[in-house]
């Protein structure tokens, strides 16, 4: 009988992370009224991880996730995303990336006001090209609506919503989408600790169905959940 077990090969690359970013500066104006936001930051965070990054207001944690999102770029150093600059995406390459393999959740959510719940998961998966038509679309983001406990939410707008329901909607869209990759930024800021713990649960639920997830946060419970902390000090890793 054949074998099936190998011997491990020392000379295997080295697998890709979900998120890098390589000696990261940022700064924001110049002169006297320069900003330097990063100060030569590196992060790595590995595919399939939850991380939480932690640290004191303005050292750099949200200006980390929007370079992470393609919605800045660097001042110096290199930003990838699953072995991919994103400092050199440019035009259609990297709209493709924020609509199809990124999603953030912002601290008050980021859904269209005027669109029920499930209409939001469903205008999420259209711009990232899921879905065959409107019927099937609907269809998908009900069952999305469904597997985070939000049955009930299908046909209310976010105004008819609490806080930890409208980030569960935005982490119910990102999961219907198949974002590889979820950045949250203080996603359970303003919510009671109920709340919070549902917020979390649905975060943990993308993890588990593959997607990396980068969080964010002021809250040790939230850093209680995750795998690795990771802690931001002016501007660096510390």
């Known amino acids: 009988m054949t074998s099936l077990y190998r011997e491990p090969d020392e000379r295997q690359a080295p697998t890709v992370g979900a ?3 390589r000696d990261v500066f940022r700064i924001f104006g110049a002169g006297e009224a320069e900003t330097v936001a ?3 930051l590196d992060v790595r965070v590995e595919q399939g991880e939850l991380v939480a990054v932690v640290g004191p207001s303005g ?5 980390m996730l929007r370079l992470a999102a393609g919605l800045d770029v660097p001042s110096a150093g290199d930003v990838r995303a699953f072995g991919q600059s994103l400092v050199r ?27 029920t719940a499930a209409e939001n998961v469903a205008l999420s998966m259209r711009l990232a090209g899921k879905g065959t038509g409107r ?13 985070f406990g939000l049955e009930s939410a ?7 919503l609490s806080g ?10 990102a999961a219907a989408r198949g974002a590889r990759l979820v950045l949250a930024d203080e996603p359970t800021a303003e919510l009671d600790e109920a709340s919070e713990s549902g917020v ?3 975060l943990e639920r993308l993890r588990e169905g593959g997607a990396t997830v980068v969080v964010v946060t002021h809250a040790g419970r939230v850093a209680g959940r995750a795998d690795r902390v990771i802690e931001i000090r002016d501007g660096r890793t510390a």
Do not use: I, M, W
């Open 200 to 202: 979390l649960d649905a």
């Open 89 to 115: 995406l440019t035009g259609a390459a990297l709209a493709r990336y924020r609509a199809r393999d990124v999603a953030v959740v912002f601290q008050r959510g980021n859904l269209v006001a005027s669109l």
């Open 135 to 147: 019927q099937a679309g609907r269809q998908r983001a009900l069952e999305s609506l469904a597997e």
């Open 154 to 160: 299908a046909g209310r707008r976010p105004q008819a």
């Open 164 to 173: 930890g329901e409208q980030q569960r909607v935005a982490v119910a869209a």
């Open 19 to 21: 998120l890098e970013l």
């Open 38 to 40: 990063l100060r030569g």
């Open 59 to 63: 050292s750099g944690k949200s200006t």
